[in-house]
T-cell receptor, first 109, second 114 residues
Framework: GQNIDQPTEMTATEGAIVQINCTYQ??????LFWYQQHAGEAPTFLSY????GLEEKGRFSSFLSRSKGYSYLLLKELQMKDSASYLC??????????FGAGTTVTVRA | IAGITQAPTSQILAAGRRMTLRCTQD?????MYWYRQDLGLGLRLIHY???????GKGEVPDGYSVSRANTDDFPLTLASAVPSQTSVYFC?????????????FGPGTRLTVL
């Protein structure tokens, strides 16, 4: 099975940087996903890491360390529209996803 | 291209009633999934289908059934609804062709069982 932990809530100021950590224990690993979910909406894909290191996509970056069972999502130059829940999900060998409970990020002016 | 559609958007249901949540995708994805999302628990997999004609149980399958008669449709049925099945239900699909196999989600169905 999978055990995925991420903080429940984070608050940051517009224009700042926020880092959302995710730790996992897994019986099989085929990559780690980050999704964004605005209130009342569906999760949308942000990033995928399967090799160690940093993947950068504009203002968002995601990092993975497989040996430590650790990932983070870095949100730079925060905007009000970034207020959302961010879901960490681990893909097992059969491609099924196990999700963390999500981190609610609130961006304040 | 619509992607994934779900129906109904929301529903209030009396306990003991039968209910089918519909899910259709137009991306010709091989795999489809049903999740429920509850506050503080995140998304939990109910059932999945790796390809048309096959289904499998996820983490929380009890009280639910699915079928996959064709590539596009993956309905979820609650045979006799109970209040603990009050939740937001998301359908998702993925190509299942190896690599990242990113899942794409439908807009969700908010179900209340009274």
């Amino acid at each position: 099975g999978q055990n995925i932990d991420q903080p429940t809530e984070m608050t940051a100021t517009e224009g700042a940087i926020v880092q959302i950590n995710c730790t996992y224990q897994t019986s099989g690993f085929n990559g780690l996903f980050w999704y964004q979910q605005h209130a009342g909406e569906a999760p949308t894909f942000l990033s995928y890491n399967v090799l160690d290191g940093l993947e950068e996509k504009g203002r968002f970056s995601s990092f993975l360390s497989r040996s430590k069972g650790y990932s983070y999502l870095l949100l730079k130059e925060l905007q009000m529209k970034d207020s959302a829940s961010y879901l960490c999900a681990v893909s097992s060998n059969d491609y099924k996803l196990s999700f963390g409970a999500g981190t609610t990020v609130t961006v304040r002016a | 291209i619509a992607g994934i559609t779900q129906a109904p958007t929301s529903q209030i249901l009396a306990a003991g009633r039968r209910m089918t949540l519909r899910c259709t995708q137009d991306m010709r994805h091989n795999a489809m999934y049903w999740y429920r999302q509850d506050l503080g628990l995140g998304l939990r997999l109910i059932h999945y289908s790796n390809t048309a004609g096959t289904t499998g149980k996820g983490e929380v399958p009890d009280g639910y059934s699915v079928s996959r008669a064709n590539t596009d449709d993956f309905p979820l049925t609650l045979a006799s609804a109970v209040p603990s099945q009050t939740s937001v239900y998301f359908c998702a699909s993925s190509d299942h062709a190896g690599g990242a196999d990113t899942q794409y989600f439908g807009p969700g169905t908010r179900l209340t069982v009274l």
